[in-house]
């Protein structure tokens, strides 16, 4: 059994403060998007890369990872402007293989989540194959609503990567081409149109995401704390 992953890096650097993809941002010595590359690379069983990137990104985005690639193969996909059009044009190009059997999984994974370790990937493909589907959950106390009530407890953040059997996935996305539909999450787009269960696998708060100014900063120092 091997298993797929799509990156994706079809992302702006609006909120992050700078004007070009956020990804492509410097982290560590290489960028936020190389971060994610490296750990892909280095998770067992992963034999199909795809990364979905924005129309006019690709050289960028090839150029950034290029270097990083070694003997290792990975496909660009450029896709729409919302999540789920270039996450929906990354599984068009691995449908030959998924059909084929040569892939039972797929992994999508933020490439602004550039902390998450090889062991959740493999985590969350294990979980996968078990049950159906799954994805990285982190517990939230202390939240608060905008008018200061405190929010019940049992609220979790939902991370990535996500992880799902790879046929069931790619018929989820076809049903929801025909209806129109298009999710904020891959695991919403799979338990809409499959009767497999999502799954939470554990995950912790250095998991980030970059999204502001100070989110580089922070990822910055984990790093460097490794």
């Not at 994610?36 to 280095?42: E, F, G």
């Not at 405190?150 to 799902?164: D, M």
């Not at 009767?195 to 900063?217: R, Y």
Request: charged share 20%; proline share 7%; net charge negative.
């Amino acid at each position: 059994m091997s298993a797929a992953v799509v990156i994706l890096a079809a992302g702006s650097g609006s909120r992050v403060g700078a004007s070009t993809n956020k990804v492509l941002l410097p982290l560590g010595d290489t960028t936020v998007l190389g971060q994610s590359l490296r750990t892909v690379l280095a998770v067992g069983g992963v034999t199909r890369l795809v990364i979905g990137v924005r129309p006019g990104d690709e050289d960028a985005v090839g150029e950034a990872v290029a270097p990083m690639l070694g003997q290792h193969e990975a496909r660009l996909v450029p896709g729409g402007a919302t999540r789920h059009a270039p996450e929906h044009a990354a599984l068009q190009a691995l449908r030959r293989q998924v059909e084929a059997g040569d892939v039972d999984v797929v992994a999508g994974h933020d490439a602004a989540r550039p902390l998450a370790g090889p062991e959740l990937f493999e985590a969350t493909i294990a979980a996968a194959r078990a049950h159906g589907g799954a994805l990285p959950v982190l517990d939230l106390p202390g939240l608060l609503r905008r008018d200061l009530r405190p929010v019940a407890r049992g609220v979790a953040g939902v991370q990535t990567p996500q992880a799902f059997r790879a046929v069931p996935l790619l018929e989820a996305h076809r049903r929801a081409a025909e209806g129109g539909y298009e999710s904020t999450d891959t695991a919403a787009c799979f338990e809409r149109y499959t009767d497999l269960p999502v799954v939470a696998v554990p995950s912790g708060a250095t998991n980030l995401k970059v999204t502001f100014p100070e989110d580089l900063e922070v990822a910055e120092r984990l790093l460097s704390a490794r």
